[in-house]
């Protein structure tokens, strides 16, 4: 087990409790190993039965893990319950890599109380200012939940007459989606509690890596504690790991110093002004792309089935696999598109786009981690007495929530500047940006990925944020490529293709809209 560790802390402090694990990791990994070189499957109690069995074991574990064979440490798995962690450690280190579980409260569907936030090591003047921020911006939450309820109201009527809007369950759907709007008022330093699950191998990336950007305190607490667990129920897991890779020794902090240096400002306003013109209006603008990316794919169904051109043609090779009513795989729910020999042939596509989301739309988008992305230092994008920030179509429906809004981001960025300038350092002050901090960032994959993400996030129920997103990305890789787009739509689409009944799956969650009948430069959607 690691044995440096800090004494700082959060208040709250962050809660790490170990959920589920296989027994005996550390056995279970050198057992895995030697079966590779093995005529019969060795067990876990095979290797450590005596003296000479756990010596052998103890030699084969730190060769392997000195020669970078760390697969056997992907086999044992560990569930972690969270508690009292920031959104801003979920978006900046959890969820910034695809070996991972989460399930996590939605701010979306569950009102955030006062007091629900992650407050950093502060003397007493700053940490006055932090909380006097954080106690308006929770209040501001709860105002433009009250504001944003006349213009939800109206709609929801519009779309649902027959709907007595006093029932719970669908009084309960128009505070969610005021809720939905509200939250982008909240700092990334609210609480968010989750069930977070890894492999044994990622538990020790995350333990040499857990001093980096942007969060390294909350990120070596938690990830110390979640060290420290495993630690109880087998000491052996974690020793040989490497001590943590210092802050200071990280290319990305040296990279920071090297271009931002003590400046706030510099490079960051022509960084802003250059990525928001490239963007042209946009939330997201394809930038690059397979040139042949229809015959890449129809040449791939054409190799699998062993057909030449003239036996199927591009077009109907793209809709074998592209078109719900010959790909049943396309209305399922359970995405068998990975499992399919055919669908598989949409690995071959690849898209990149560069994209400006809110922060919480952006911890919804980065879920999808077979599109990943390149996020930013939050600190290199950040200037001071510049607010920055998405604002929902919801809020500027409402002239008086709109004014509201942005009079909260003119005090919450006040408030980032006096913590500045009284020498606070970035990693604390930037705990109280807003939700709709805009991330700016590229973003990569394949046809089959991206497939999975449009058709989902084009579902009405989707946030709107990120439901515009993706129908922006979609228009555009359709008019360059009509063979594919023709085929990328909501997810009742699919369902209405293939003659699946109901063709919206989603109960009493049905959007009201028969979108499935709609072509996607029609979609239009305000709650």
Not at 96 to 121: C, D, I, L, M, T
Not at 123 to 146: F, K, N, S, T
């Amino acid at each position: 087990m690691p044995t440096t560790s800090t004494a700082v802390t959060f208040s709250p402090d962050p809660v790490v409790r170990l959920e589920n694990y296989f027994q005996h990791p550390y056995d279970l990994a050198v057992a895995t190993a030697r079966t590779c070189y093995s005529s019969k499957v060795i067990s876990s109690e095979d290797v450590g039965r005596d003296e000479q069995t756990r010596l052998q074991r103890d030699r084969i574990a730190e060769s392997i893990y000195k020669a970078g064979h760390h697969t056997t440490i992907q086999h044992p798995t560990f569930q972690f319950v969270l508690e009292k962690v920031s959104r801003q450690f979920l978006w900046s280190f959890l969820h910034a890599h695809p070996f991972y579980n989460s399930e996590q409260v939605s701010q979306r569907f569950v009102e955030v109380k006062p007091g629900n936030v992650a407050v950093p090591p502060l003397d007493e003047q700053a940490r006055g200012i932090y909380l006097q921020a954080v106690e308006a911006q929770m209040d501001a939450y709860h105002r433009l939940i009250e504001l944003a309820q006349p213009v939800v109201v109206k709609e929801y009527r519009r779309i649902f007459p027959s709907r007595d809007i006093a029932e719970k369950r669908w009084a309960g759907a128009i505070k969610k989606r005021c809720q939905e709007v509200a939250r982008y008022v909240l700092p990334v330093a609210t609480h968010a509690h989750l069930y977070h699950t890894i492999s044994g191998v990622t538990l020790h990336r995350y333990w040499r890596m857990c001093q980096q950007y942007d969060v390294p305190l909350e990120q070596r607490l938690v990830v110390q504690r979640m060290a420290e667990e495993v630690a109880k129920i087998d000491p052996d897991f974690m020793r040989l790991a490497a001590d943590p890779v210092p802050l200071e020794q990280t290319l990305e902090y040296q990279a920071f110093t090297q271009f931002h240096g003590a400046s706030r400002n510099g490079t960051t306003r022509q960084f802003l002004e250059e990525f928001d013109r490239g963007l042209g209006g946009r939330a997201s603008r394809l930038v690059d792309c397979s040139a042949n990316a229809e015959e890449s794919l129809a040449q791939g169904v054409r190799s699998v089935l062993g057909l030449t051109t003239a036996q199927l043609s591009s077009r109907d090779a793209i809709r074998l696999i592209l078109d719900p009513s010959k790909n049943p795989y396309l209305s399922e729910s359970l995405t068998l598109t990975t499992m399919s020999k055919l669908s598989r042939a949409m690995v071959h596509p690849h898209f990149t786009f560069q994209k400006k989301l809110s922060h919480t739309a952006d911890s919804q988008d980065q879920r999808h981690r077979m599109v990943p992305a390149s996020r930013p230092i939050l600190a290199c994008h950040v200037m001071s007495n510049r607010p920055d920030y998405i604002i929902p179509p919801l809020v500027t429906a409402s002239p008086e929530a709109e004014d509201a809004y942005r009079g909260i981001m003119e005090r919450t960025w006040t408030a980032i500047d006096q913590l500045l300038n009284l020498g606070v350092p970035h990693e604390f002050a930037l705990y109280l940006l807003p939700n709709a901090f805009p991330i700016r960032f590229e973003e990569s994959g394949d046809l089959l990925h991206f497939h999975h993400k449009w058709v989902q996030r084009l579902c009405y129920t989707a946030q709107e944020e990120i439901w515009g997103s993706c129908r922006d990305e979609v228009l555009q890789v359709s008019e360059r490529f009509p063979e594919i787009g023709k085929y990328l739509a909501a997810p009742c689409w699919p369902r209405a293709q293939a003659g699946v009944r109901p063709t919206c799956p989603e109960g009493d969650r049905f959007c009201g809209v028969p979108v499935w009948k709609l072509a996607v430069e029609d979609y239009r959607r305000l709650i």
